[in-house]
C-alpha cells in the first residue's frame, strides 16, 4: 500500500487549495482513510476523516466549514479542498488509510491510522 499526497503550496490567508492522496496497491475508496497535519514543534492533528460504510465525515471543529473531504472513485483518489485559509492551517498534510474500520472515538488519533502518505506541504501567508 501506497499513499501520495500532493497539492500542497503558498497561498494568502483567505485563499483555497486542493490536496489529493492517491493510492496504489488497494482501492482508496472502500478505505478508512484520514488527514491529519502537522505544524513545526506540533504534534500529528487530526483534520478530517471518513470510515467505510459511513455517509458522514469527521472534521476537527478547527477547520469545519472550511474544508471539505471527498473521494474520486474513479481515479482512486481521496481530496481535501481546503478554502478560507488561515495562518494557523499551515502544516504538512498527511493522508492515512486504516484496513480495519476504526470505532468513531479513536478516528483522531493518529495511532488508530496504519499507513501514511508522505505529506504535502501549505503555507498559509497572513
Known amino acids: 500500500v501506497q499513499l501520495q499526497a500532493s497539492g500542497g503550496g503558498l497561498v494568502q490567508a483567505g485563499g483555497s487549495l486542493r490536496l489529493s492522496c492517491a493510492a496504489s496497491g488497494h482501492t482508496f475508496s472502500l478505505s478508512n482513510v484520514a488527514w491529519f497535519r502537522q505544524a513545526p514543534g506540533k504534534e500529528r492533528e487530526f483534520v478530517a476523516a471518513?470510515?467505510?460504510?459511513?455517509?458522514?465525515?469527521y472534521y476537527a471543529d478547527s477547520v469545519k466549514g472550511r474544508f471539505t473531504f471527498s473521494r474520486d472513485m474513479a481515479k482512486n483518489t481521496v481530496h481535501l479542498q481546503m478554502n478560507s485559509l488561515k495562518p494557523e492551517d499551515t502544516a504538512v498534510y498527511y493522508c492515512a488509510r486504516k484496513e480495519n474500520r476504526p470505532i468513531s472515538s479513536s478516528i483522531a488519533s493518529a495511532d488508530t491510522w496504519g499507513d501514511w502518505g508522505q505529506g504535502t506541504l501549505v503555507t498559509v501567508s497572513s
Open positions: 471518513v470510515r467505510r460504510g459511513d455517509t458522514n465525515t
